[in-house]
């Protein structure tokens, strides 16, 4: 049996996304998923990095006084994307016709891993009826259909066709680790730690995109969007030690050791991400890996002195580009 393709998804993979949606009605601004170097100003009001800083070290410092207001603005900037733009692009949209959805097309039944927040890829996948969340983000996950109505149930499918493992993790999913054990005659309660969490889903304010799902009611365990993924910081091992990050990216090596390729779109491959990224590569030893991004040529040359085992290719294209090109390389 022919091994599969599996595709790691990075911040460019969605930079295409608000051109492929046209000008969505309704807004006076234009709306955009920003790259991370864009998040300076939208986040710190900033057009250029301080001294010896990265953009990370501006994130660190904010959550080190306590200050979420940053990482929040991240957050609502990107469902805002979610918001208006998926729309357009869904088998539904004025829009249906663009790159994202021939390469979903194109590619069946290869699973997704993805270091984005954004749930692009999974609005898509659910518009043409081969993704839901109970189980499309790798692990059981409580949903609720709330848009009830025979032809929309009827033609969800029983399972999903694909993964989508979020290794940073999802705005709209969240961890319920804890429950309340209260003894006989007694009005106060003792939290306990779950042998096994319950993954919540929550689009929040995007739930429009998931039709016909909604949101479940917050739970005692309740974690708002920016408490759901892994802050883009200089450090991220700590945030790779949670129960949900730790169980997707056992999946994800598992993924790419039975691979026969891996395509790597729009993942800039930072070293403030070597924790995050480094253990996908050591299992890709001997495998093809093809880059594909405007800087792929650069990134090759770096990447090829430390990770010299891997069959390294590189397409120095936008995931547009790459698509309408017919994936070249692959």
């Keep these: 049996m022919k091994k599969p393709i599996i595709f790691i998804l990075g911040a460019g993979f969605c930079m295409d996304a608000a051109a492929e949606a046209g000008n969505p009605p309704g807004i006076q ?71 994202y959805m021939r390469f979903l097309d194109d590619f069946p039944v290869s699973h997704l891993i993805t270091f984005n927040y954004d749930s692009l890829p999974e609005i898509l996948l659910l518009s043409k009826k081969v993704w839901r969340p109970e189980d499309g983000y790798g692990v059981p996950v409580r949903a609720k259909l709330k848009f009830r109505s025979s032809s929309n149930e009827l033609s969800l499918p029983y399972k999903s066709h694909r993964v989508i493992l979020h290794l940073h993790g999802s705005l709209c999913l969240y961890s319920d680790e804890f429950y309340t054990e209260y003894k006989q005659g007694s009005n106060y309660g003792m939290q306990r730690k779950k042998q096994k969490s319950d993954y919540i889903f929550d689009p929040d304010n ?46 994800a090596i598992d993924l790419i050791s039975n691979s026969r390729t891996i395509v ?30 405007p800087d792929a040529n650069s990134l090759v040359l770096r990447l090829k002195k430390e990770y010299y085992n891997i069959k390294w290719c590189c397409k120095a294209m936008s995931f547009k580009e790459w698509v309408l090109s017919d994936y070249p390389d692959l």
Aim: aromatic share 10%.
């Design 29 to 99: 601004e234009p709306v955009k998923y920003p790259s991370l170097f864009e998040f300076l100003k939208v986040c710190f009001d900033k057009n250029v990095l301080p001294p010896n800083k990265s953009i990370e070290d501006l994130f660190q410092e904010s959550i080190d006084k306590r200050d979420r207001k940053p990482i929040k603005i991240l957050c609502e900037t990107l469902m805002e994307a979610d918001y208006f733009i998926t729309p357009q692009l869904k088998v539904d949209g004025s829009h249906r016709k663009n790159v």
């Design 206 to 251: 995007i739930g429009k995109c998931f039709v016909p799902f909604g949101r479940i009611s917050p739970t005692e365990n309740y974690k708002y969007k920016e408490e759901r993924v892994i802050a883009p910081v200089p450090n991220k091992a700590k945030g790779l030690k949670g129960e949900f990050i730790k169980n997707v990216y056992g999946q």
């Design 264 to 293: 790597v779109i729009g993942y800039s491959f930072n070293t403030n991400d070597l924790a995050s990224y480094s253990p996908l590569l050591k299992v890709a030893a001997k495998k093809r890996v093809l880059l594909v991004s």
